[in-house]
Each structure stands twice: as C-alpha cells, then as structure tokens.
C-alpha cells in the first residue's frame, strides 16, 4: 500500500517548502507516500514550486485546469485524486505540518491490520483539539482523514463538490463514524497551522474567507441528509458483499 497526499496549493511556496521538509523529516520510508502538489496555470508563484521539488521523484505536479472563478477545493481535491494511482488518499492543507515518525507506516500498517474490504477512516491529532490541545473537549474533527480508493471507487467521487471547503470533512466524518469505521489516532500529530491558531491571514486565507458561505453551508449539509444516507448505504452494502 502507498498514500497520496493530495495538496492544492497557491501563492504559498514558504508553506509548501515547510510541509515537504515536515514529510520528508518523518516518512519511515519515502517510497511509501507519492505527495502530489495540485497548483493554478497562472500562479506567479509556481517558478518557486518548481524549484522546491525539483529532483524529488516522490513529488508530482498537478496543474489545474483554467477556472474561470474559485471552483471550490473539492473540485480541487477530487480532480487530483482522479490523478492518484495509490491506494490511500489523504486531505492535506499547505499549513499542514507533520510531526510523528514513521507516520504513514502506521497508517498503512492500520489499513493492512484492519478491516478487509478497506472502508476505514483514521484520522490523526491536529494540535487544536482533544487531549492536550487548545480546546480538549470539543468534538474531534478528522481534519486530516486517510481514507482507502475503495469510497472513490464505490462513490465515483472523493469529496462532495457542493461544499466550497467548509464542511468537506464533516461530511467525510459523519459517514465513516456512522457506519462505525472511524478510527482516531491521537499519538499522530499532523499540526494544522489553522487562521484559528495562527491569526496570520495571507490573500489565500483571505479569499477562503470571502468565498465562506458556513450558513448556507450548513443548512445545505442536512438538506443533504438523504444523499448522505445513500452514500452510507452504498458502503455497507459494499462491507456485506
């Protein structure tokens, strides 16, 4: 097994630079993770990307197609995990730093442990919440998930595209912990520079926030409840042969 770590990114190659150090720093073994850097045609950044992976065949570059307004980082994100070949996805944000050893092969090692047909969610410290962090006690989000091709391949899609950024992982929670398949690691840390902690708001975090719709989203999210029900009925009818 191998993962993809899928990164749309854009105008931060600071960021990027600190998250393959972070990768590079803790993977037991590069060969088990191909990252993949999803990046727009016209980013006046991008000569500092090439640089950056340059020489580093564990990386592969994505150019995304030429949209005409923010298309949302689900469309973003599924359109790299129909570029991916590997067998685990995973979510992951520019200001995503990882910081536990031999992460990714206790997550393939969770995977090839764990359940047969692969519909499984581990999802992993993200140094705001639970035991420890910032706010112990709220609920913990799976803000970074792994999860196995099987729930792209039984869907047709990795992320809902409905959902511009808010809400893509809530949905991807809610599902795998309904069916009783969401496993939490909290000796993982995968630390998440989030606005929340950093309070730092570059153009990239500023046009996120305007494009922010957390009302409508969330009134969109159970207004989707009937196609959450048949995405989890899919799966189990998947886990039940």
């Not at 590069?30 to 045609?41: A, R």
């Not at 989707?224 to 042969?241: M, W």
Request: proline residues 4%; glycine residues 6%.
């Amino acid at each position: 097994m191998k993962i993809a770590l899928l990164c749309p990114t854009k105008s931060r190659p600071g960021d990027l630079i600190r998250l393959i150090r972070s990768v590079e720093n803790t993977v037991h073994k590069l060969s088990n993770i191909k990252l993949y850097i999803g990046v727009d045609s016209d980013d006046d950044t991008q000569r500092e990307f090439d640089n950056c992976i340059r020489f580093k065949s564990y990386i592969t570059k994505i150019v995304f197609p030429e949209y005409t307004k923010f298309p949302g980082l689900g469309v973003l994100w599924n359109y790299m995990a129909s570029q991916a070949s590997e067998d685990i996805f995973a979510m992951v944000g520019d200001d995503f730093v990882y910081e536990t050893p031999g992460w990714e092969q206790i997550i393939i090692d969770e995977f090839k442990s764990g359940e047969k047909d692969n519909i499984m969610m581990i999802h992993c410290n993200d140094g705001i919440h639970g035991p420890g962090n910032k706010y112990p006690d709220r609920y913990i989000q799976s803000v970074n998930p792994f999860i196995h091709r099987n729930y792209y391949e039984i869907n047709g899609y990795y992320l809902r595209e409905e959902f511009k950024h808010q809400f893509l992982d809530t949905w991807i929670d809610t599902v795998y912990k309904a069916i009783s398949r969401g496993y939490y690691r909290h000796d993982i840390m995968i630390r998440h520079l989030h606005f929340s902690q950093t309070r730092r708001v570059d153009n990239v975090t500023q046009n996120l926030r305007n494009a922010s719709e957390y009302d409508k989203c969330k009134r969109l999210f159970t207004d989707l409840q009937p196609e959450r029900k048949k995405e989890i009925d899919r799966l189990l009818s998947f886990i039940n042969g």
